[in-house]
């Protein structure tokens, strides 16, 4: 069996918080000055994983959970307070904005600053500095002192740097997300290549469907502790689910008088079987059993979806679509069925409500309740699946 590029094992980091007691001055002539008080703050706690040879691995969850620690306790940058890491193979970080770059100095000037610190030769650096220039995009800048850079120039160029010196291992943290689109996707291909030549990539980002489409296996990190790993689409549905509503871009919720309400919620695929994973292009059925608590008249039921991040794509009800609901008593099924699926491979969150013909009465709502994924058999990417036809004359 071979040697794995990554090896954790009870990894934790402690920072100590220092803060000084406060003191009436009353206190302090009676008692003197209070020692200053200090606390355990743990940015990350017994993580143990191991990362297999030209695999591609996304690093998830909320901010501050400890993501970046974990990067930089990897790079060698951070040195753990309790376990151990292991490398096996030459690593190239990019793991925070601007990071071992000197602000007077030029960008030209900084590419040989970084080779020095990795112990590449003055020589083989010079040869590679028209491939980096060239990458960056930042042939008119680069022998600016980069203190006069955006943050996406910066960006630019540390990335070029890192991926040029072509390591076995290749940590890459959220700084795509600042780059600009076009250089965005010249990132992502490089990145396809880097997976190509079977390179080890460890990424964290909060894009989640960069997450699914580049990584074979996923770590979800939570308040410092591994609490996830494994298939990326079963592990981002759990962070979906689980923790991205508690930090603003889901809204979870249940409210209503209840007078109708939904007795069970079904969401079946193209075989009448209950999935919360659907194909592109094909059938998603939702199976809706309500109760209604005595006769209800001009009733209407609606759905709506969003993406993973909480984007709203589309929305529609019985009443805007002009379907008749008759009067309602007792127990019963509506039936909603979405064919052909045009969302295209991601994560997302279906609401359902009921309410009143005129819109003042919530009956029962449930919003992003219901959390489902789609997998696509095209190489087409973006949120729908659009019809269209080429034609070349």
Not at 126 to 142: K, N, V
Not at 265 to 271: F, K, Q
Request: with cysteine.
């Amino acid at each position: 069996m071979s040697t794995p590029a990554i090896e954790v094992e009870n990894l934790g980091k402690s920072y100590r918080l220092r803060g000084i007691a406060k003191s009436s001055l009353r206190d302090i002539l009676v008692h003197g000055w209070k020692k200053q008080q200090t606390e355990a703050f743990w940015a990350l706690r017994d993580v143990s994983f191991t990362v297999p040879r030209g695999s591609s691995v996304g690093v998830v969850g909320p901010n501050g959970s400890g993501k970046s620690s974990l990067l930089g306790l990897i790079a060698g940058t951070i040195t753990p307070t309790t376990g151990t890491v292991k490398t096996h193979g030459t690593i190239s970080s990019l793991l925070e904005l601007g990071a071992g770059f000197h602000p007077d100095l030029s960008g030209r000037e900084n590419v040989f600053l970084n080779a020095a610190i990795l112990g590449i030769p003055r020589e083989d650096i010079a040869r590679r500095m028209d491939h980096i220039i060239e990458f960056s995009g930042l042939r008119d800048f680069i022998d600016m002192p980069v203190k006069s850079y955006s943050s996406g120039m910066y960006v630019r160029l540390g990335f070029a740097v890192a991926v040029e010196m072509n390591p076995e291992i290749l940590l890459v943290d959220e700084v795509l997300a600042v780059g600009d689109l076009a250089f965005q996707m010249k990132c992502l291909d490089r990145i396809r290549d880097f997976q190509k030549r079977g390179k080890t990539i460890l990424l964290v980002t909060h894009d989640l469907t960069t997450v699914e489409q580049f990584c074979d296996d996923v770590k979800l990190i939570h308040q410092g502790h591994l609490v996830a790993q494994g298939d990326p689409s079963d592990v981002i549905l759990t962070y979906l689910k689980t923790y991205m509503a508690r930090i603003g871009h889901l809204n979870v919720e249940e409210h209503g008088t209840r007078e109708v309400e939904f007795a069970d919620v079904r969401l079946l695929d193209e075989n009448g079987k209950e999935a919360t994973t659907f194909t592109t292009g094909r059938t998603m059925d939702i199976e809706i059993h309500y109760r209604a608590k005595q006769p209800m008249d001009q009733v209407v039921f609606g759905f709506s979806i969003k993406t993973g991040n909480g984007f709203f794509i589309y929305g529609t009800n019985t009443q805007i679509m002009n379907v008749p609901v008759p009067t309602l008593s007792g127990d019963g099924v509506v039936r909603l069925k979405i064919e052909p699926l045009s969302l295209m491979e991601g994560k997302y969150f279906l609401s359902l409500a009921i309410h009143s013909w005129d819109h003042t009465v919530h009956y029962h709502r449930r919003e992003d309740w219901y959390p489902f994924a789609v997998k696509s058999e095209s190489p087409a990417h973006g949120i729908f699946q659009l019809p269209c036809k080429w034609q070349i004359n």
